[in-house]
């Protein structure tokens, strides 16, 4: 513009609220900075012989003990159990579980219990398999319980989210079956419910959060939401713009999350209103590659988490209830492609660290399963309670028999503090009166004071005893993470086999020794100190 013109340029019209801004507005988030953190070349596991099966599924399942991964197997199929802390180059000759007669095509762990495990197959079987806690020494053959049903290969487990002993099964038959393995029979023939609405072969099973939903895909690309116990169809999406290929319940946000391909073959997401499977409230178009996407979803942070099979990336975003539903965040990128994935439960996770997600990564093309942790950068040292809400824990809701009787319960919540308890306990019976109702009227002035007095002395010792076994408790815990060392227990580690493992072994011992010791002048001046309160309390109580 000319200097001393008395000219404007014109100012542009401020967008309408149905046109969409050139500039996005900023939007603050806690999780706005979270990054992946592969482990060390130590800390992964190495050697190990991940199938070539080319079933789109995880292939890997992790609980806090266990890491478990379909296998190559000579005769049928097999997975392996390694423990969590034997980390390194795997024996060639580990020990399988094997006894399926065709390829295992799904692995699931037991959420209420850790060594307990499902496995399918391609011969038509399901079996549950009792881990010992010891480690295996030769391969593992017994099953616990065999579920004999489906009349064609079975390629989903899964176990539902509130009741316990309830398993539920997808196979190539077009149904879904549903199992009490609350029976004494080793072999189970007959499920107590089978769902046979599906007119071709499901791809994905997901529950909602207390286990009163399902909502399954299908080879027809139809996404249904079910009453799991009656098996009657509650919803069904005809749309016909994006074909669903997994879905996933978003918690208790009331909407589905479903991966797939357009209808120009790009790899897509779609949400929808759990009530409303008419059209989807938003799409999203990622890229031309052909791998499944895997989603996977945070309930406790609301974000959602996306593993393309093939790809080396994982992106992650924050779900949120109003518009735009899907806040991309970042992408956690690697050049090595994963095979199939696994996570960690939330109630195994590292808070010291903070630590919101931990995947595991088979990596075929280098026989490696690679750990990441997602993590939000703090630099406080403490327990963030922001980022660690009350989760679902390892206690079921409900027996077997009370959900297929129509109850439904939330899942039993526990802190991620170190040394919390249960925060959503089952109901405990009432505790018995100190004083007794019975006792008569005309009770005289001293015993009555006599009596409060001892209830007064009574009430105070117990809070002297409930203070001595929390600070039991809060030092077992630091004794615990003393003897952690790089993510594994150094008295459960493979002995050393080289002279720079044993120098490290013997640095380690040193400093546990001298944090024991500390640790029991610690305790030794705490317990002089309970020694003099409860002498005073005594001689409090002696002079009344």
């Known amino acids: 513009m000319v200097a001393g013109s008395t000219r404007h340029l014109p100012i542009p019209d401020a967008p309408r609220p149905n046109q969409m801004s050139w500039h996005p507005q900023y939007r603050s988030s806690k999780f706005r900075h979270v990054f992946g953190k592969p482990a060390s070349k130590e800390n992964c596991y190495d050697s190990v012989p991940i199938t070539h099966s080319v079933h789109d599924n995880h292939f890997c399942a992790v609980n806090p003990h266990f890491i478990a991964v379909v296998t190559e197997c000579a005769g049928g199929g097999a997975f392996l159990v390694i423990p969590l802390h034997q980390t390194g180059k795997l024996d060639p000759h580990y020990p399988k579980v094997c006894?399926?007669?065709?390829?295992?095509?799904?692995?699931?762990?037991?959420?209420?219990?850790?060594?307990?495990?499902?496995?399918?197959?391609?011969?038509?079987?399901?079996?549950?398999?009792?881990?010992?806690?010891?480690?295996?020494?030769?391969?593992?053959?017994?099953?616990?319980?065999?579920?004999?049903?489906?009349?064609?290969?079975?390629?989903?487990?899964?176990?539902?989210?509130?009741?316990?002993?309830?398993?539920?099964?997808?196979?190539?038959?077009?149904?879904?079956?549903?199992?009490?393995?609350?029976?004494?029979?080793?072999?189970?023939?007959?499920?107590?419910?089978?769902?046979?609405?599906?007119?071709?072969?499901?791809?994905?099973?997901?529950?909602?959060?207390?286990?009163?939903?399902?909502?399954?895909?299908?080879?027809?690309?139809?996404?249904?939401?079910?009453?799991?116990?009656?098996?009657?169809?509650?919803?069904?999406?005809?749309?016909?713009g994006h074909r669903a290929n997994k879905v996933l319940f978003l918690g208790n946000l009331k909407k589905l999350l479903s991966t797939g391909t357009s209808r120009w073959n790009n790899r897509q997401m779609a949400l929808w209103d759990q009530d409303d499977l008419s059209v989807p409230l938003t799409e999203e178009d990622l890229d031309g590659s052909s791998g499944v996407l895997f989603p996977f979803y945070d309930v406790d942070t609301n974000m959602l988490y996306v593993v393309g099979k093939g790809d080396g990336n994982i992106r992650y975003y924050e779900v949120s209830p109003e518009k735009p539903h899907l806040n991309y965040l970042t992408e956690y990128r690697s050049n090595h492609p994963q095979k199939g994935i696994g996570v960690m439960p939330k109630r195994g996770l590292d808070v010291s660290t903070c630590e919101i997600f931990r995947f595991y990564k088979l990596i075929t093309t280098k026989s490696l399963i690679e750990p990441i942790s997602m993590i939000v950068p703090r630099r406080s040292e403490s327990y963030q309670e922001d980022i660690y809400p009350p989760t679902a824990g390892a206690l079921?809701?409900?027996?077997?028999?009370?959900?297929?009787?129509?109850?439904?319960?939330?899942?039993?919540?526990?802190?991620?503090?170190?040394?919390?308890?249960?925060?959503?306990?089952?109901?405990?019976?009432?505790?018995?009166?100190?004083?007794?109702?019975?006792?008569?009227?005309?009770?005289?002035?001293?015993?009555q004071t006599e009596q409060l007095v001892a209830e007064d002395c009574r009430r105070r010792l117990s809070l002297l005893e409930d203070k001595a076994p929390r600070w039991t408790a809060e030092h077992r815990l630091e004794e615990k993470k003393a003897w952690l060392t790089n993510g594994f227990d150094i008295f459960e580690c493979p002995p050393p086999k080289t002279e720079n493992e044993l120098l490290q072994m013997f640095y380690r011992q040193q400093e546990e020794i001298r944090r024991l010791r500390e640790l029991l002048t610690q305790r030794e001046v705490q317990a002089k100190q309970l020694e003099l309160e409860i002498k005073n309390l005594r001689m409090s109580s002696e002079w009344f």
């Open 396 to 447: 079921p809701s409900l027996t077997a028999r009370e959900w297929l009787s129509g109850l439904d319960k939330e899942p039993v919540l526990v802190s991620l503090r170190p040394g919390s308890e249960l925060l959503s306990p089952r109901p405990q019976p009432p505790e018995r009166p100190l004083s007794d109702p019975t006792a008569p009227a005309s009770s005289h002035l001293w015993g």
């Open 99 to 240: 006894g399926h007669r065709g390829n295992v095509l799904d692995i699931k762990w037991n959420p209420f219990d850790d060594f307990e495990i499902a496995s399918c197959s391609e011969d038509t079987t399901i079996k549950i398999w009792n881990i010992p806690k010891q480690l295996l020494t030769r391969n593992l053959t017994a099953y616990s319980k065999e579920l004999v049903g489906h009349s064609r290969r079975v390629g989903l487990v899964e176990w539902h989210p509130t009741a316990t002993s309830i398993l539920f099964s997808a196979g190539y038959d077009y149904k879904v079956m549903v199992w009490n393995l609350e029976t004494k029979e080793s072999v189970i023939m007959s499920p107590v419910r089978t769902i046979d609405c599906h007119q071709d072969v499901i791809l994905a099973m997901s529950f909602n959060t207390n286990g009163s939903l399902l909502a399954t895909t299908c080879k027809d690309r139809k996404i249904r939401v079910l009453d799991p116990r009656a098996g009657t169809v509650l919803q069904e999406a005809s749309y016909k």
